[in-house]
Nanobody, 115 residues
């Protein structure tokens, strides 16, 4: 069983910054992709960013230049979010995909951007 522990969400004013973390633990066979998705109220869950084994990163157009995804040598992925906008308000979910194609989701962390 794999567990994903997310942290770092909260409330911030427009223009502010937050850093999300997601630590994976348990019976992990090897991580291929670590990423973040978000879901705003009444909307579908959307892709935000991902980092692929080897270091390649991809971002949604809406966050390019403002968000940065990274991971450490272990099984923790980070999402640095700068210049936050009200439209970034959502529940953010961590996602990992193993080389075996198994996929896991975190429980979600709320990010609220408002004045």
């Amino acid at each position: 069983q794999v567990q994903l522990a997310e942290s770092g969400g909260g409330w911030v004013q427009p223009g502010g910054s937050l850093r999300l973390s997601c630590a994976a633990s348990g019976s992990i066979s090897g991580i291929y992709i670590m990423g973040w998705y978000r879901q705003a109220p009444g909307k579908q869950r959307d892709f935000v960013a991902r980092i692929i084994a080897g270091g390649t990163t991809n971002y949604a157009d809406s966050v390019k230049g403002r968000f940065t995804i990274s991971r450490d040598i272990g099984n923790t992925v980070y999402l640095q979010m700068n210049s936050l906008k009200p439209e970034d308000t959502a529940v953010y979910y961590c996602n990992i995909v193993e080389w075996s194609a198994k996929e896991y989701w975190g429980q979600g962390t709320q990010v609220t951007v408002s004045s």
